[in-house]
């Protein structure tokens, strides 16, 4: 069975890069949701998207912007890349009008250097 | 914020069950309750989820107090692989955008 899907698995980068990460859902998703987890913390939410337009903001630096496009597939995009940025990045898709569960990618590691 | 309580961690043996408790006394009438785990460093995985009746299904059980103010996931027979970090976390579709927040959650070392 198809899954989310991320890329690239790993991302190292320099101080003061961009990145892009990338999540293309299950088919019939309608709804993406990104999460940064740090080095032993837990999962933090980030932003999320329903039908291409934002449903909701967690906390997601202003260095950060992210989109879903038509395609239903979404990209985070990643400005002034700092140290503390270093950290795993999951999305998770699913859809919102029903109580589905959610399916998380296997998520991108980004290191910054 | 996370809306539930979870022991940080907890230790069962290899082949007996292991039982983690949730609390979520402020749970609303239309959240539902889901249990995700995590294996280093890789997605969460969706484990059960439950309104209000006790669930069952190839990984686990869920039980669900009639209060809905507390739960226990069930996982019958613990193998060495089940060695992961449990979320409990409770999820409202509507009025969180459907997200889900991740607490602490339960770290459980299954032991030979």
């Known amino acids: 069975a198809a899954g989310v899907i991320q890329s690239p698995r790993h991302l190292i980068k320099e101080k003061r890069e961009t990145a892009t990460l990338k999540c293309y859902p299950i088919p019939r998703h309608d709804t993406v949701y990104w999460y940064q987890q740090g080095p032993g913390q837990d999962p933090q939410f980030l932003i999320s998207?329903?039908?291409?337009?934002?449903?909701d903001k967690g906390s997601i630096p202003d260095r950060f912007s992210a989109q879903q496009f038509s395609d239903y597939h979404s990209e985070l995009n990643m400005s002034s890349l700092e140290l503390g940025d270093s950290a795993l990045y999951f999305c998770?898709?699913?859809?919102?009008?029903?109580?589905?569960?959610?399916?998380f990618g296997s998520g991108t590691q980004l290191s910054v250097l | 914020d996370a809306k539930t309580t979870q022991p940080p961690s907890m230790d069962c043996a290899e082949g007996r069950a292991a039982n983690l408790p949730c609390n979520h006394s402020?749970?609303?009438?239309?959240?539902?309750v889901y249990w995700y785990r995590q294996i280093h460093s890789q997605g969460p995985q969706y484990i059960i989820h439950?309104?209000?009746n006790n669930e069952t299904n190839e990984m686990a059980s869920l039980i669900i107090t009639e209060d809905r103010k507390s739960s226990t996931l069930i996982l019958p027979h613990a193998t060495l692989r089940d060695t992961a970090v449990y979320y409990c976390?409770?999820?409202?579709?509507?009025?969180?955008?459907?997200?889900?927040?991740f607490g602490q959650g339960t770290e459980l070392s299954v032991k030979p």
């Open positions: 402020t749970i609303s009438g239309n959240e539902y």
């Open positions: 976390i409770v999820r409202g579709l509507y009025n969180q955008g459907g997200k889900l927040i």
């Open positions: 439950g309104l209000k």
């Open positions: 998207f329903y039908e291409k337009m934002q449903s």
């Open positions: 998770a898709t699913g859809r919102l009008t029903t109580n589905e569960k959610l399916f």
